[in-house]
């Protein structure tokens, strides 16, 4: 992927809370245009609907979703002015859903529909808009999952591949939707799982 001239801008928890209010402000304030915009904070709580209370539901939609919307709204004048695109990040549970997993499996499902509705609006200005839905993982997230459940971690896995994903393996499905071999490419979601899906309908 041709990088060169990019402007990047890596925000995390420490530099910024994707779900305060000021949060695309600060994030996006100073920059002149935006070639790729990909709202990837996320957290996952491993709870079924009778153990998750209000507040915990509210965490998880404002991380998992509305800094999603916020962050491509207010991205969108930036994206114009370079011919941008967005990448979001779903989630195997965005597509199907998985046990004590209630306010992850919503907010991903959302992610990708929220994806196809952004790219109906803004494909006439030529900003495409697509979504990479990573299976497990070796992130910390996965590692913090394992624990929550009380379940040792484990790299193997029962999907096709017999393995769970590395994060280069996500980063390059995102790079490769933002590049210009992508270039018809809108309104999609990659699914990243080493076949775990395979045998979903
Ligand atoms: N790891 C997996 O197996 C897996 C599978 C499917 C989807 N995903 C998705 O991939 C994305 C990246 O997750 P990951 O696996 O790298 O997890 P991770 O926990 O390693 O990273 C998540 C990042 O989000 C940041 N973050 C969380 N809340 C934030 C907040 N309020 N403000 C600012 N930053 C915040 C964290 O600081 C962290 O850097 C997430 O959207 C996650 O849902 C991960």
């Not at 925000?11 to 100073?30: E, F, K, M, N, Q």
């Not at 990909?38 to 153990?51: K, L, S």
């Not at 529909?113 to 952004?118: C, D, E, F, G, V």
């Amino acid at each position: 992927m041709r990088t060169d001239g990019w402007q990047v801008r890596g925000i995390d928890r420490d530099d910024v809370d994707v779900t305060s209010a000021d949060a695309t402000r600060l994030a996006l304030d100073g920059l002149d245009g935006l070639d790729l915009l990909v709202p990837a904070a996320g957290i996952v709580e491993r709870h079924t609907a009778e153990e998750t209370d209000d507040a915990e539901w509210e965490r998880v939609i404002a991380t998992n979703l509305t800094h999603v919307f916020r962050f491509c709204r207010d991205a969108l004048p930036l994206l114009r002015r370079r011919g941008g695109c967005i990448v979001t990040i779903g989630s195997g549970w965005g597509m199907v859903a998985g046990p004590r997993a209630v306010s992850y499996a919503a907010s991903k499902a959302a992610v990708v529909n929220l994806t196809r509705a952004l790219a109906i609006d803004h494909g006439p200005e030529g900003i495409r808009v697509n979504c990479v839905c990573p299976g497990d993982t070796d992130t910390p997230m996965l590692r913090r999952e394992a624990e929550q459940l009380g379940e040792p971690f484990d790299t193997s896995s029962s999907r096709p591949l017999r393995r769970i994903g590395r994060p280069e393996e996500v980063a390059a499905a995102i790079a490769w939707l933002a590049s210009d071999e992508a270039s018809n490419v809108t309104g999609t979601t990659l699914v990243v799982d080493g076949g775990a899906l395979a045998g979903s309908p």
